[in-house]
């Protein structure tokens, strides 16, 4: 029932401003020295910043915990399959031989028996809008105006935007699409602008035109960008002036998402100017969030799905832009955190949130708080009065008193449940995190249980499981009690599942692909000891094949100490340069366990890499080498004598 006007009045506006595929890293306030983002930035000034806000590492399952308040977990969309025909999650009847499990299959659409976030503040008086991006049901029956939204301007399927720029390639609904060779079409509310106009641009016209016809009223403005998934089409203005930078960190470097990402910027800032204009800004509450994690993965030179595009693809002209522009990049990189969209490490949930309350909420304050998705729809209706519908179960917790600095976070744990891509449960309590797998996969992650230390290692490079079983078992007694409590749709046993009969293997060479020159090289009790037997001793191998900067980490103890270096060959090159390929380290004399590092800026793919060691000093001893590769943060390759 809505509320009388003149209490309606004196409640705040809601602006909830949600970039797709942001990761932490991707804006100047969380430590970008490469992108550019002033309305952010000043944005950030005027809010909250939370450091530790997580999201679901794919894009579906985070936008249903926004207008549910709960887990995927519990309201069955755990991947991002809202562009699909719609299918209930259930657990697949059988599984072909090899696989051994059955692995649960997601919900495909918001299921309508829930009681929204917008149909609650639709119910209490509040105009409602949805701007942009859904991707929570491909059919007519679970598009927004379904769920509460008075006023909706979308077009699915919506991963991502048939185009960019106008024309978009979006037809009302019960139209036959063009047959138009090499051209993808939607179907939606999105209506053409003049040719050229991006998205973005529009998307934002439309929400700032609902927030001015509303003006007098209390609203809910759900814009939700398209910005910055794929495909990546970009203002090349915008590319062409960041191609001519570089990153002092030597991180991140895609002209394309500095190009998207600006434009986003815009949008946000053109929100704040017609707050202003219009004189709501001290009456609305503004909150600025990402879906998921920064995509570290696609559009590579290596990504199969591009490799074999021909001019006859709808795509080929926005995939040869990219290629021109990205240098052989991914959309972007979340160094430190650990790999990006789509995975459980941080790099893949870990995301920005900034909240702007004036009045209330104290301008540039941080919190580390761990606040989620599912906490929205609990904080959004404390901060307006509103109670949460009985019906609706609802797992987040209102993080209001964080907000307003007078208490914290009542719950011990929060819960990421993602049984896709490479699957797996996580569990964030204090500063430890556990991620529990369901099978093993070697080339991915080690062991079933990573357990990590966040304050001391946010990247996650040191698996501290086998360390501290003690906490693993207590983490996991807690991921136990989520997916009873949650009704989380488990991996089972594939009853025809057969594995393969065992063969008779030569015993794997210890030193795996390492080549010891000047120096012997014995692997036992974990550790690979190294003994000079003549001047500048190195490791080589042709094992490290990579394209652009990694990094070498080291865990070694060398009670000598002295210098070392990397040295690498590209292809293309029969020697090793005389200069210009190496990087100097340096290993302090201790009985001591260190961790050495050395940032390799190689250009063009490495073929035969050294690694030269002070074992001429004296006897060294390796627990583990690892090289990562720069931009996407992902493993190149590793030795691990631990194990």
């Not at 306030?29 to 939370?50: C, H, K, L, W």
């Not at 991006?133 to 919506?158: I, N």
């Not at 992902?634 to 691990?640: G, P, V």
Request: hydrophobic share 35%.
């Amino acid at each position: 029932m809505a509320l009388p006007l003149s209490a309606e009045d004196s409640r705040p506006n809601i602006v909830l401003f949600v970039v797709d595929d942001m990761g932490w890293m991707d804006s100047g306030v969380y430590g970008s020295e490469y992108y550019q983002t002033p309305n952010i930035d000043r944005f950030a000034e005027q809010s909250m910043r939370f450091t530790d806000a997580y999201a679901v590492p794919l894009c579906s399952p985070t936008r249903a915990s926004i207008l549910t308040g709960q887990y995927s977990a519990r309201h069955g969309i755990t991947t991002a399959g809202g562009h699909t025909p719609p299918r209930e999650r259930r657990m697949p009847p059988s599984a072909p031989p090899n696989q051994p499990l059955l692995m649960p299959e997601s919900q495909t659409y918001l299921d309508p028996s829930h009681i929204t976030l917008s149909e609650v503040l639709r119910d209490a008086g509040y105009r409602t809008a949805h701007i942009g991006k859904w991707h929570l049901g491909l059919t007519e029956p679970h598009w927004p105006a379904a769920y509460g939204f008075e006023v909706a301007f979308h077009c699915q399927p919506s991963a991502g935007p048939p185009s960019y720029f106008s024309p978009y390639g979006v037809i009302p609904p019960g139209t036959d699409p063009p047959q138009t060779k090499g051209r993808r079409y939607a179907v939606g509310t999105i209506t053409d602008g003049p040719p050229g106009e991006h998205i973005t641009d529009r998307t934002t016209d439309e929400a700032i035109a609902f927030v001015r016809a509303h003006r007098d009223e209390p609203f809910f403005l759900n814009y939700w960008l398209f910005s910055v998934h794929g495909p990546w089409q970009h203002k090349e203005e915008y590319t062409a002036e960041f191609a001519e930078t570089t990153d002092p960190r030597g991180k991140q470097g895609n002209p394309v998402m500095a190009a998207m990402l600006r434009n986003v910027d815009e949008a946000l800032g053109r929100i704040m100017a017609s707050l202003d204009e219009l004189e709501l800004t001290e009456k609305t509450i503004v909150l600025f969030y990402s879906d998921n994690g920064g995509n570290v993965h696609s559009w590579t030179p290596d990504d199969p799905r591009i490799q074999k595009v021909t001019a006859e693809h709808p795509l080929y002209d926005t995939i040869q832009s990219y290629r021109k522009w990205s240098g052989g990049r991914p959309p972007t990189n979340n160094s430190p955190l650990r790999d990006g969209k789509g995975r459980l490490y941080e790099g893949g949930q870990r995301v920005p949130l900034i909240v702007r309350w004036p009045g209330v909420v104290r301008p540039g304050s941080v919190s580390d708080a761990v606040i989620g998705p599912i906490d929205l729809y609990p904080t959004i209706l404390d901060a307006l009065g509103i109670p949460i519908p009985k019906q609706q179960i609802v797992d987040g917790e209102s993080f209001l008193p964080v907000l307003k600095e007078t208490g914290t976070m009542r719950r011990t744990a929060y819960f990421t449940w993602f049984p896709h891509l490479v699957p797996g449960v996580s569990v964030r309590q204090g500063d430890w995190k556990l991620i529990r797998r369901f099978q093993p996969r070697p080339a991915d992650y080690e062991g079933l249980h990573e357990l990590f230390h966040l304050k001391n290692d946010i990247g996650e490079t040191t698996n501290l499981a086998a360390k501290h079983p003690e906490k693993v078992a207590e983490l996991d007694a807690l991921i136990d009690g989520f997916v009873e409590q949650t009704g989380a749709l488990s991996p089972q046993p594939n009853p025809a599942y057969q594995p393969r009969p065992a063969t008779t293997v030569t015993p794997a060479d210890p030193l795996d692909g390492l080549l010891p020159r000047r120096c012997k090289a014995t692997v036992a009790d974990g550790v690979l000891r190294i003994v000079g037997t003549s001047s500048m001793p190195f490791l080589g191998t042709g094992r490290v094949k990579s394209t652009g900067p990694m990094t070498m980490t080291m865990r070694v103890r060398a009670p000598h100490g002295g210098s070392g270096r990397v040295e690498w060959r590209v292809d293309g090159q029969d020697e090793f340069p005389e200069s210009g390929q190496s990087v100097d380290f340096s290993l302090s004399a201790s009985d001591d366990w260190q961790d050495v590092s050395a940032e390799v800026p190689a250009q063009g793919r490495t073929n035969i890499v050294r690694l030269y060691l002070p074992a001429d000093e004296g006897p060294l001893e390796i627990q583990s080498i690892r090289y990562l590769h720069v931009e996407s943060g992902k493993t190149i390759y590793e030795w691990d004598f631990r194990n």
